[in-house]
């Protein structure tokens, strides 16, 4: 009942950085709590990050190794995701996505996902 559409990939540099963004259409979009999740070629999506509904509580994969930062702007119905010291090993297809607890940061299994958008990290 909540459209999500990603934004924001490009092709960067390795060490360079990226914000992506995910506006939400529809309704109660600051009812859920959100994360972003991405996919490389020949593996399974994964979570990357997740935020409470409020934007205060967050949850990060180990792999983020404080190089990324998940926010939200509720009043724009928009989710973000920075992106720093990007790696080869970032490049992959990110989407977002409503999680119903911010620390259940894991691919939801019932979700309609969006197109994402593609980052490419070169060497």
């Known amino acids: 009942q909540v459209q999500m559409v990603e934004s924001g990939g490009s092709l960067v540099q390795a060490g360079g950085s990226l914000t992506l963004s995910c506006t939400a259409s529809?309704?109660?979009?600051?009812?859920?709590?959100m994360g972003w999740f991405r996919q490389a070629p020949g593996k399974e999506r994964e979570g990357v990050a997740c935020?409470?509904?409020?934007?205060?509580?967050?949850h990060y994969a180990d792999f983020t190794a404080a190089r990324f930062t998940i926010a939200r702007d509720n009043d724009k119905k928009t989710l973000y995701l920075v992106l720093r010291d990007l790696k080869p090993e970032d490049t992959a297809m990110y989407y977002c996505?409503?999680?119903?607890?911010?620390?259940?940061?894991?691919?939801?299994?019932?979700?309609?996902w969006g197109q994402g958008t593609q980052v490419t990290v070169s060497s």
């Open positions: 935020i409470g509904r409020l934007g205060r509580s967050t």
């Open positions: 996505a409503a999680v119903p607890y911010y620390l259940d940061c894991s691919p939801p299994i019932h979700t309609a």
């Open positions: 529809g309704t109660s979009f600051d009812s859920y709590p």
